[in-house]
């Protein structure tokens, strides 16, 4: 219901001169990220959620799936939606049911990242075409909000796209049986490549850019330059919504050292995911199933 | 086993708590009293907005009804009066729900005193005024006649009726939501056991 209260002219001072004298308030470097962490549910039959904590910044995101019959002009594509409500929980300064800026903004990005970049492949979640088909779902709930949602929100969602295992189905001409869980073995999700989002803040009309930047020094910025791109350095998209002025080299500059980040990001959600697999793998199954040759 | 409480998990929020027991995990955050919208301001109280977000999807008419016996419940255990022309508002998280799917009402039941514990102790946390303590709990009946406290998956798939019972510390019932096929006898014990239980 209150507007997030404004830094005072103070802090905000503070902040800037210690920014331009390549000094953040926390000592990171201008670069570098808070510490993430990433964690999947413990339960061994539960799949598809992934909470990611940037320093104090916690982001949910849960995967699930229904059986639906597919848009009548996308017969072979399956759906998938992504839905990121904020409410009072990350801070009280967002209300249930009125969309705010920083809302369609996650959304937007997301959409465009994730969705439009085909990084879910949707027709491999059709069944029959034509009638039925799976409906992914992506639910993110912003629990804690210090700064950087949009990046935390991303990798969230990527992960628990990963994780998630949607169930086992077979298509015998016209009859279509879908197995549980304790019948057949889910099976994952087909991810074509993995996009992440990086946001670089930047202060003095483009002079000094840093990424992930804590709640304060969000409020405090001129603007920022967000850039999704997966680690083979293919971009999907690059967005700058208003802000102060950027000259172009500044922005390839941003493009650029976004590689270094989003090629790290990679890696932890990666492995993360295989220590996930390796406390659930059960008999050592995932060695059975595995085809990779011993030499 | 008793259910697993969290303090304090979250940094923005004025109080929070995340709470789980046998069946669901809730994560709940209190912001109050913040300033109120002036439609919802109640001259003499502070106004309470109770929001439930599911796991997957967004909420729908069975939210509101779980957000209307939660507020009930809390209306009664916080000292509104201290506070008044302002806004108490709870969100409850729902982070994990049980393997098995509920349907119908024994879902809605289910969720009930989890959601109740979570909401009171964020409260707690917050450092709002309340004039008594309140825990709720699930008891099951099964077939033989007994009742069960805090109910695991196995029992509710076995039973024949599920109770949602809350009490102050001072032995008064602040809940009482139930779900299956069940006798007025039978009620009437659950009731009793629960009162001892809480």
Redesign the interface.
């Known amino acids: 219901?209150?507007r997030e209260l404004d830094p005072s002219n103070n802090e905000r001072d503070f902040l800037l001169s210690a920014l331009r004298q390549n000094v953040r308030l926390d000592g990171r470097p201008l670069d570098a990220y808070r510490p993430i962490s990433l964690a999947f549910?413990t339960?061994p039959?539960?799949y598809g959620?992934a909470e990611v904590r940037i320093g104090?910044t916690?982001v949910?995101c849960?995967v699930?799936c229904e059986v639906v019959t597919p848009y009548p002009d996308r017969k072979f594509d399956g759906v998938f939606t992504i839905?990121c409500?904020l409410?009072?929980?990350?801070?009280?300064a967002f209300e249930?049911g009125r969309p705010d800026q920083t809302e369609m903004l996650i959304s937007r990005i997301l959409e465009k990242t994730i969705r439009r970049s085909g990084a879910l492949d949707t027709e491999s979640l059709c069944i029959v075409a034509g009638q039925k088909c799976f409906h992914v779902?992506a639910?993110i709930?912003v629990?804690?909000?210090?700064g950087n949602l949009l990046d935390a929100a991303c990798i969230a969602l990527m992960a628990a796209l990963l994780h998630f295992r949607r169930p086992d189905f077979e298509v015998h001409g016209e009859d279509v049986t879908v197995f549980s869980v304790r019948e057949r073995e889910p099976v994952k999700l087909t991810v074509q490549h993995h996009p992440f989002c990086i946001t670089t803040s930047y202060y003095d009309s483009g002079q000094i850019m840093l990424t992930d930047a804590t709640l304060l020094e969000e409020q405090c910025r001129e603007g920022e330059v967000i850039v999704s791109m997966n680690r083979f350095g293919e971009v999907c998209q690059v967005a700058k919504y208003g802000g102060a002025a950027v000259d172009g080299l500044s922005m390839l500059t941003c493009v650029n050292s976004a590689l270094d980040k989003v090629k790290a990001l990679d890696k932890l959600v990666k492995a993360k995911l295989a220590e996930d697999e390796k406390r659930r793998d059960n008999g050592g199954l995932m060695a059975e199933l595995s085809a990779e040759n011993e030499r | 086993m008793g259910p697993e409480i969290n303090h304090h998990p979250?940094?923005?929020?004025d109080g929070?708590v995340s709470f789980s027991n046998n069946l669901y995990t809730i994560?709940a955050?209190v912001?109050g009293p913040?300033?109120?919208?002036r439609r919802d301001e109640l001259p003499e109280e502070a106004a309470i907005e109770v929001?439930i977000?599911p796991?997957?999807?967004?909420g729908g008419p069975r939210e509101r009804w779980l957000e209307s016996v939660v507020t009930a419940v809390l209306r009664s255990v916080l000292l509104v009066h201290m506070h008044p022309r302002t806004?108490i508002?709870i969100?409850l998280?729902i982070?994990?729900l049980p393997?098995q799917k509920l349907r119908g009402a024994w879902k809605d039941v289910s969720v009930l005193p989890a959601l109740v514990n979570a909401a009171f102790l964020a409260l707690a946390d917050g450092g709002l005024p309340m004039q008594s303590t309140v825990t709720a709990e699930l008891f099951t009946i099964s077939e033989d006649g007994e009742i069960h406290a805090s109910s695991a998956e196995g029992d509710l798939s076995a039973c024949t009726g599920a109770f949602a019972l809350a009490y102050n510390q001072h032995g008064e019932m602040l809940m009482n939501e139930s779900a299956g096929n069940f006798s007025l006898e039978a009620w009437e014990k659950a009731g009793d056991t629960a009162a001892k239980f809480c």
């Not at chain 2, 796991?55 to 967004?58: L, M």
């Open positions: 219901m209150p549910p339960h039959d539960v959620q104090k916690r949910l849960n699930s839905s409500e409410g009072p929980m990350a801070s009280p249930v779902r639910d709930h629990l804690d909000h210090d | 979250l940094s923005r929020a929070s994560l955050a912001n913040v300033e109120v919208q929001n977000r796991v997957a999807g967004v806004l508002q969100t998280q982070t994990k393997t």
